[in-house]
Nanobody
Framework: QVQLVESGGGFVQAGGSLRLSCAYSGSIFSNNYMAWFRQTLGKQREWVADIASGGSTNYEDSVKGRFIISRDNAKNTVYLQMNSLTPEDTAVYYC?????????WGHGTQVTVSS
């Protein structure tokens, strides 16, 4: 079992920044895959960014150049630095882990960006 706990969400004005954290614990393998997803009311959950255990990253087009995903394996934490936020980034953000085929989700953290 793997537990994921997100933090760092909140309310910010357009153009501002937030940093989300995802602390993971449990029986997690070293070669895991971590990602951030987001979901707004009435829409499907969408992938935002991911990072492999070795550090390689990928980003959804709308967040490229604005968001940075990173991880600190010593602290068992994954981060999502979000800059130049827009109201379209408003969503519940979820941390995701694929642990050698087993999938886990956090409970989410709300990010609200006002115009």
């Amino acid at each position: 079992q793997v537990q994921l706990v997100e933090s760092g969400g909140g309310f910010v004005q357009a153009g501002g920044s937030l940093r989300l954290s995802c602390a993971y614990s449990g029986s997690i393998f070293s070669n895991n895959y971590m990602a951030w997803f987001r979901q707004t009311l009435g829409k499907q959950r969408e992938w935002v960014a991911d990072i492999a255990s070795g550090g390689s990253t990928n980003y959804e087009d709308s967040v490229k150049g604005r968001f940075i995903i990173s991880r600190d394996n010593a602290k068992n934490t994954v981060y999502l630095q979000m800059n130049s936020l827009t109201p379209e980034d408003t969503a519940v953000y979820y941390c995701y882990c694929n642990n050698r085929g087993d999938e886990y989700w956090g409970h989410g953290t709300q990010v609200t960006v006002s115009s």
